[in-house]
């Protein structure tokens, strides 16, 4: 079964609502990390987070190592946050990323 | 402000064709990675090197050769290429195999 499991698969929001990403782990893990991909293609990092709550602007990723599971929380949305968003978790120390397959995220004037 | 560069950005070719990526990296990290994105979108790890030296090899077919020429550069060869071979392949850099990763742009790969 799939590793990381991200919800909800997709979302649609009128611009200025807020928003709530998960991502749940089925094995322990050392790290995660948050990503957005440009409809293009390139992946851009937003939070390398262990453990805990950081901050980047609008977005707040929310990691609690125990329970296997993050979040990534984005305030005030915008039209230019549509794209895809993707978590990953590092496992062992051979530093690989195992994806979940993404929320796509669609902002509406 | 890119610090992972990768070239060719998009390759069409044929199928029984050979290609190979470039991929380098200015951030001074030790550690390199190749991931590839399939058509359903999962992202999966295909190789990683650190300083020149490969530490994961996943279940790849044997047409997909790595090489480093040193710690900044990972290119990626593709012997006889098959259709299911398109995808984006994309390329990555870590401290120490352990931080944040920072990703390229990208290669989109088509076979014909």
């Known amino acids: 079964g799939q590793q990381v499991q991200q919800s909800p698969a997709s979302l649609v929001l009128q611009e200025g609502e807020n928003a709530e990403l998960q991502c749940n782990f089925s094995?322990?893990?050392?790290?995660m990390q948050w990503f957005y991909q440009r409809p293009g293609g390139s992946l851009v990092s937003l939070f390398y987070n262990p453990s805990g709550t950081k901050h980047s602007g609008r977005l707040t990723s929310t990691t609690v190592i125990k329970e296997r599971r993050s979040s990534l929380h984005i305030s005030s949305s915008q039209t230019t946050d549509s794209g895809t968003y993707l978590c990953?978790?590092?496992?062992?120390?051979?530093?690989?990323?195992?994806f979940g397959l993404g929320t796509t995220l669609q902002v509406q004037p | 402000e890119t610090a992972v560069f990768q070239t060719p950005n998009y390759h069409v070719t044929q199928v029984g064709n050979e290609v190979s990526f470039n991929c380098k990296q200015t951030l001074g990290h030790d550690t390199m990675y190749w991931y590839k994105q399939d058509s359903k979108k999962l992202l999966k790890i295909m190789f990683s090197y650190n300083n020149k030296q490969l530490i994961v090899n996943e279940t790849v077919p044997r047409r997909f050769s790595p090489q480093s020429s040193d710690k900044a550069h990972l290119n990626l060869r593709i012997k006889s290429v098959e259709p299911e071979d398109s995808a984006v392949y994309l390329c990555?850099?870590?401290?120490?195999?352990?931080?944040?990763?920072?990703f390229g742009p990208g290669t989109r790969l088509t076979v014909l």
């Open positions: 094995t322990s893990l050392n790290s």
């Open positions: 990555a850099s870590s401290y120490r195999g352990r931080g944040e990763q920072f």
């Open positions: 990953a978790y590092i496992t062992g120390n051979t530093g690989k990323l195992i």
